[in-house]
C-alpha cells in the first residue's frame, strides 16, 4: 500500500479562513517532502517544499511543518482565496532508494466557500 | 503557465493506432519523467530519464516506448493500446534526481483510448 497518506480526502473552509492539510508518512528514510497543488484540467504546481533537516519552511501565504517524531507533514494556507481551490498532493523522496523516485499521496481536495 | 508544455493536449486513439506524445522544456534540467494519473488519483511514475538515458522502467508494458531525443524533448510513443490506458499523462522535468529538486510538470495530454 501507499505510504505517503492524508488523513482528509476533502476539506471545506470559508474564504479568509486559514486552511491546514495534513499528510501521513510511514518511511523514516524519506528525507525530501513537496506539496503539489493541482486544479481541474492543469498538471501539479509545485508549491513548496522542504528537507528532513528543517521542521518549517515559509513560502507566500503558505508554511509547511513537518513533524519527524510522528511522520507528519501538514500544509497550511494563510487567508484561503477561491482561487486556492484545487486538489493538494503531498510528495515524498525516501532516502535509500532512487534519487528519481517520488511517492504520491492520495490528495486531498480543497474547496473554498466564497 | 507552466515551463514544461506537452503536446498534444487532448488524443483520441483506436486500439490499433500508434501515436506519440511530446513533452518540451528549456530550463535546462537534466531528468526528465512519465507519469501517469487516472482520475482522482496521485501520479503514477513510469519512465525516468537522467542525461538522456533511461534510468527508471517502472515495469510499464512494452505498448508505452519512451524516446529521449535531446536534454529538452521527451517522447512517449503509444501502440496497441487498451481503454484501460486511458488517462491523463504527465510530463515532468527537474534540475537534478527528484530527491534534490522539485519536478516542474506540464499540463498533461488527456488520452483516450476507444
Known amino acids: 500500500g501507499e505510504s505517503v497518506g492524508l488523513h482528509l480526502p476533502t476539506l471545506s473552509v470559508q474564504e479568509g479562513d486559514n486552511s491546514i492539510i495534513n499528510c501521513a508518512y510511514s518511511n523514516s528514510a524519506s528525507d525530501y517532502f513537496i506539496w503539489y497543488k493541482q486544479e481541474s484540467g492543469k498538471g501539479p504546481q509545485f508549491i513548496i517544499d522542504?528537507?528532513?533537516?528543517?521542521d518549517k519552511r515559509q513560502g507566500q501565504r503558505v508554511t509547511v511543518l513537518l513533524n519527524k517524531t510522528v511522520k507528519h507533514l501538514s500544509l497550511q494556507i494563510a487567508a484561503t482565496q477561491p482561487g486556492d481551490s484545487a486538489v493538494y498532493f503531498c510528495?515524498?523522496?525516501?532516502?535509500?532508494?532512487?534519487?528519481?523516485?517520488?511517492?504520491f499521496g492520495k490528495g486531498t481536495l480543497l474547496t473554498v466557500n466564497p | 503557465d507552466t515551463e514544461v508544455t506537452q503536446t498534444p493536449k487532448h488524443l483520441v486513439m483506436g486500439m490499433t493506432n500508434k501515436k506519440s506524445l511530446k513533452c518540451e522544456q528549456h530550463m535546462g534540467h537534466r531528468a526528465m519523467y512519465w507519469y501517469k494519473q487516472k482520475a482522482k488519483k496521485p501520479p503514477e511514475l513510469m519512465f525516468v530519464?537522467?542525461?538522456?538515458?533511461?534510468?527508471i522502467n517502472e515495469s510499464v508494458p512494452s505498448r508505452f516506448s519512451p524516446e529521449c531525443p535531446n536534454s529538452s524533448l521527451l517522447n512517449l510513443h503509444l501502440h496497441a493500446l487498451q481503454p484501460e490506458d486511458s488517462a491523463l499523462y504527465l510530463c515532468?522535468?527537474?534540475?537534478?534526481?527528484?530527491?534534490?529538486?522539485?519536478?516542474?510538470f506540464g499540463n498533461g495530454t488527456r488520452l483516450t483510448v476507444t
Open positions: 510528495a515524498e523522496n525516501r532516502s535509500g532508494g532512487s534519487n528519481y523516485k517520488l511517492t
Open positions: 530519464y537522467s542525461y538522456e538515458k533511461l534510468s
Open positions: 515532468a522535468s527537474s534540475q537534478e534526481g527528484g530527491g534534490g529538486s522539485p519536478l516542474h
Open positions: 522542504i528537507r528532513s533537516n528543517m
